[in-house]
């Protein structure tokens, strides 16, 4: 059954950097738009960034424009997150989704992952 395996993760101090994967496994990520959403502990889950794959096309959330960076290598057949500068504000489970277009909703796409646990705290 095709999913992704994720890594990363973990409690980091503010400031700090760490960079989230997820690994397509059964299914070739390099044919779908790819996004990670997060959910923060008490809020609903909110979209974070997403790559068009028809357009190319990134667009970041406001909150984490400049800071955090998502890219993809199609020989491993992977997508990343790459954090930097973390804030306790970012503390969240953080999920990877594929699917042909930039929904707004992680449940909608064709494959997603079950969540990575990020703390941000000194």
């Known amino acids: 059954q095709a999913h992704f395996v994720e890594s990363g993760g973990g409690l980091v101090q503010p400031g700090g950097s760490l960079r989230l994967s997820c690994a397509a496994s059964?299914?070739?990520?390099?044919?779908?738009?790819i996004a990670w959403f997060r959910q923060a502990p008490g809020k609903e889950r909110e979209g974070v960034v997403c790559?068009?794959?028809?357009?190319?096309?990134?667009t970041y959330d406001d909150s984490v424009q400049g800071r955090f960076t998502i890219y993809r290598d199609n020989a491993k057949n992977t997508m990343y997150l790459q954090m930097d500068s973390l804030t306790p504000e970012d503390t969240a489970v953080y999920y990877c989704?594929?699917?042909?277009?930039?929904?707004?909703?992680?449940?909608?796409?064709?494959?997603w992952g079950r969540g990575i646990q990020v703390t941000i705290s000194s």
């Open positions: 989704g594929a699917d042909a277009f930039c929904g707004s909703l992680i449940s909608e796409y064709d494959f």
């Open positions: 059964d299914f070739v990520l390099d044919s779908y738009s």
């Open positions: 790559w068009n794959i028809m357009d190319g096309r990134i």
